[in-house]
């Protein structure tokens, strides 16, 4: 027979790792602010091996609409700005010899719809994968039943497992609030 709460404890471990990505994905979105983590995906040829740019360079924001990238090696300032113009966060660098600077513009109304837009699929994803850790759960509780689980306990905790859906589909909703505001914000 199978533990219920060990079930309910899965699919949740499922749903926050949902919640993880979307965070991973929206920390990816550039909303006009300055965010060193729109860089995370960018990877950059150091001698001979792809490394994250973080890996080769220190990377800070000293304003709003800045970021800055002090190389450790003069040598990687080529395949810094090369990794970042052929990235596709279509800002171009500019690079005065001692550090590489990018400037954030502010994005275009159009643009920051495209971004919502985005943002509103991300959290979408998000909520399919916490739907579909609920009817997994379920699924589990449902052969339960037929190895010896009461159906009560089945009704009971397929209750919890759906208020929990509910407590991270509420987070999703929570934190696609907060981007979009974010984004919207001039």
């Known amino acids: 027979m199978i533990d219920v709460n060990a079930c309910i404890n899965e699919a949740q471990e499922k749903m926050d790792m949902a919640i993880m990505y979307l965070e991973e ?14 860089l995370d995906g960018i990877r950059v ?3 001979g091996s792809m490394v994250p740019l973080s890996n080769v360079s220190a990377i800070s924001t000293p304003d709003a609409r800045s970021i800055t990238i002090k190389p450790w090696d003069k040598s990687m300032f080529r395949a810094i700005e090369k990794a970042i113009i052929d990235s596709d966060l279509g ?24 971004l919502s837009k985005q943002c509103k699929g991300e959290a979408e994803t998000a ?24 159906e009560d306990n089945q009704k009971d905790a397929e209750a919890k497992l759906q208020k929990v859906h509910d407590k991270y ?14 984004i919207m914000t001039v």
Do not use: C, W
């Open 25 to 38: 994905s929206f920390a990816h979105i550039r909303a006009g602010k300055a965010n060193p983590r729109i």
């Open 45 to 47: 040829d150091s001698y």
């Open 91 to 114: 800002i171009m660098p500019e690079n005065n010899g001692e550090i590489i600077r990018i400037g954030i513009p502010q994005p275009t109304e159009e643009r920051r719809k495209q």
């Open 127 to 150: 909520k399919i994968s916490i739907r579909n850790a609920r009817r997994d759960g379920i699924d589990i509780l449902k052969k339960a039943v037929k190895d010896g689980l009461s």
């Open 169 to 182: 589909i509420k987070k999703v909703d929570d934190m696609l609030v907060e981007k979009e505001k974010e």
